[in-house]
């Protein structure tokens, strides 16, 4: 009898199974595809929208052709629950599907549990896709007020340059970043450039945590108070609420635990893979880079679990290149304890996010 494999989310490590199964379908099984959108944004170019260098259809993969290609049934609604017992998926407008083999990859949410504030105060920067929803309602106001960036990872460096680049000088750019600063975890040299950067766009760093958003302004932990007219949250990842009560065996954060097979280790036919999962590993950062690398991995193991073959094992590289762009077709990059920035690494990373785009696109 036909398997069903399911894959919930189009993230990083899915696109690279469609893309698999596109190639080399899987016999005797059917798949489907589990999304709430036809089009993922690729984060490395969301910056890049935002400072006006793409379009967002150039930062866009068109799941549901990938889909198509991949032989995939393609369900345009969100998972809202899943019950790994049963084997069942609890889709939106409250239809159910069942699986044989499961492969979850639906990121991560944006960290909003140490801010109180109404969800309308507040843009989180995922999902993209309504980030850049209320992104593109707030330019159609024409409203020039301050605009906060909450947050002191490479991904708030890069939307405060973006915003700088894409506003113009008119606006007042605030970002809280935190009373440990930028990017604590990375080198000096790397902290030096990120923070000189953000100055040289003149915008404001503010190193407090955020312990309020209201309608008309900021407050900080130390009770200081910004007025503001646009928050973005780029707190860093948060386990996805949709793995709670799921029956899957979650780490004390709430994501997916896995082995390094990235099969979960409560359920054997769901695996799980990107910033969902719960990797065996210390030094593994969610990011795009450690999710694209699953991805083969993932689409070797779906296989061997579909076909009671041989698991893989994934092996993460020691360092990751991370590029960061910083609004003005300008770039920092950081490898291990090096950095480097200029207009070449721009081109560097302008070059390496449309080839990705463009790989998945292609179908
Ligand atoms: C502004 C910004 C810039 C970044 N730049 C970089 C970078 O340059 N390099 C880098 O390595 N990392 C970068 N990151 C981090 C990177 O975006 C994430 O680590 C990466 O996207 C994780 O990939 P993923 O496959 O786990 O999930 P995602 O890429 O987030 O994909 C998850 C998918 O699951 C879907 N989904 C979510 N919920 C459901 C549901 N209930 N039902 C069905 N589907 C669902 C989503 O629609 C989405 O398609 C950046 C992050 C941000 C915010």
Redesign the pocket.
């Known amino acids: 009898m036909s398997k069903h494999l399911v894959l919930?989310?189009?993230?990083?490590?899915?696109l690279h199974v469609l893309e698999a199964l596109a190639h080399d379908p899987l016999e005797d099984c059917k798949v489907t595809l589990?999304?709430?959108?036809c089009g993922?944004i690729y984060?490395?170019m969301?910056?890049g929208w935002v400072a006006g260098h793409y379009r967002l259809d150039e930062c866009q993969i068109p799941?549901d052709q990938l889909a198509a290609a991949a032989g995939a049934d393609f369900l345009h609604t969100?998972?809202?629950s899943i019950d790994a017992n049963h084997r069942r998926i609890c889709l939106g407008g409250g239809n159910t599907i069942s699986y044989d083999v499961l492969a979850v990859?639906?990121?991560?949410a944006i960290r909003t549990d140490a801010i109180l504030c109404e969800p309308e105060y507040v843009v989180p920067?995922?999902?993209?896709?309504l980030f850049a929803e209320r992104y593109r309602r707030f330019v159609c106001t024409g409203d020039s007020g301050p605009i906060a960036v909450v947050g002191g990872g490479?991904?708030s460096v890069?939307?405060a340059c973006a915003l700088r680049a894409g506003l113009g000088q008119g606006i007042e750019i605030t970002a809280f970043v935190g009373r440990s600063g930028l990017v604590p975890s990375h080198p000096r040299p790397l902290r030096a450039r990120l923070l000189h950067t953000l100055q040289n766009r003149d915008v404001a760093v503010i190193t407090d945590e955020v312990r309020r958003v209201d309608a008309t302004h900021v407050e900080t932990r130390a009770g200081r108070r910004f007025p503001t007219s646009f928050v973005v949250l780029?707190t860093g990842?948060q386990a996805?609420h949709?793995l709670h009560g799921s029956g899957l065996k979650l780490d004390s954060a709430g994501y997916l635990k896995v082995d390094a097979c990235l099969r979960s280790l409560s359920h054997p036919d769901v695996l799980a893979?990107?910033?969902?999962a719960s990797l065996p590993f210390d030094k593994i950062t969610?990011?795009?880079?450690?999710?694209v690398r699953q991805g083969s991995v993932l689409a070797r193991n779906i296989r061997a679990v579909m076909t009671t073959g041989v698991l893989h094992r994934f092996r993460p590289q020691r360092r990751?290149l991370?590029?960061?762009s910083t609004g003005t077709r300008h770039a920092i990059g950081t490898w291990g304890p090096w950095s480097f920035q200029g207009e070449w690494v721009w081109k560097w990373k302008d070059l390496i996010d449309r080839q990705f785009v463009r790989r998945f696109s292609a179908y």
């Open positions: 919930l989310g189009g993230g990083h490590a899915n589990v999304s709430p959108w993922q984060s490395g969301l910056p799941l969100p998972a809202c990859d639906i990121g991560s920067v995922r999902p993209a896709q490479m991904g890069e939307l780029a990842p996805p949709l893979a990107g910033d969902c969610r990011s795009g880079v450690y999710a990751a991370y590029l960061i």
